[in-house]
Every structure is written in C-alpha cells, then in structure tokens.
C-alpha cells in the first residue's frame, strides 16, 4: 500500500534551519508530483510547495525566499528546507503525492 512517511520535525529558535523529509513507498515515486502542507492549530492545512516530476518547483509565495523543496528519485524521498524559521512557521508538516495519499505528519514548533 502507499506511504508517506515524514520525519525531521523538532522544537528550534526563531532563525533557525530546519530540513524535513518524507519517504514514499508503494507508488512509483519518480513519477508523481509531491506537495508539502502545513496546519497550524485551529487553522486550515495550506499549501507550503510542490515539485514536479520534472523537478519544477512551486513555493507559496509568502514563504518563496525561506523555503526550498527538492526530491531523490532513487531515495523515494521528497525534503523540505526551510531557513530562518519565525514562530509563525510553528505548524504539523504534511507531504502527499496528489492522490489522496498523505503521511501522518510531523510537528514544527518554533518558539524562544
């Protein structure tokens, strides 16, 4: 069956770097799309970036100057880099392959 496993999810400091990864299992990877999603408590999960199988890349615009994503089609896994990292990025990550299949999430907390 499918997985999205995510992992790399921690408590930082505001400017910190963090990288988040999650691993695909059961699709043919290099073939589908993936997205990172966040939610933040009490808020609608939002779209944070998407790769293309291509590799093109698409960043919400608000975050296009903090956060990279990138993919390795022989590791099945799809990484999110996100530099100086405000309170507001506090959040559970999310990554899907846009097609109903979703990992389990990991949590984000940026506070002093």
């Known amino acids: 069956q499918v997985q999205l496993v995510e992992s790399g999810g921690a408590s930082v400091q505001p400017g910190d770097s963090l990288t988040l990864s999650c691993v695909g299992s059961g699709f043919t990877f290099s073939n589908f799309p993936l997205g990172w999603y966040r939610q933040a408590l009490g808020k609608q999960r939002a779209l944070v970036a998407l790769i293309q199988s291509t590799g093109a890349t698409t960043v919400a615009h608000s975050l296009e100057d903090r956060v990279t994503i990138s993919r390795d089609n022989a590791q099945s896994t799809v990484y999110l880099q996100m530099n100086n990292l405000k309170p507001e990025d506090t959040a559970t990550y999310y990554c899907?392959?846009?097609?109903?299949?979703w990992g389990q999430g990991t949590n984000v907390t940026v506070s002093s």
């Open positions: 899907t392959n846009f097609r109903g299949n």
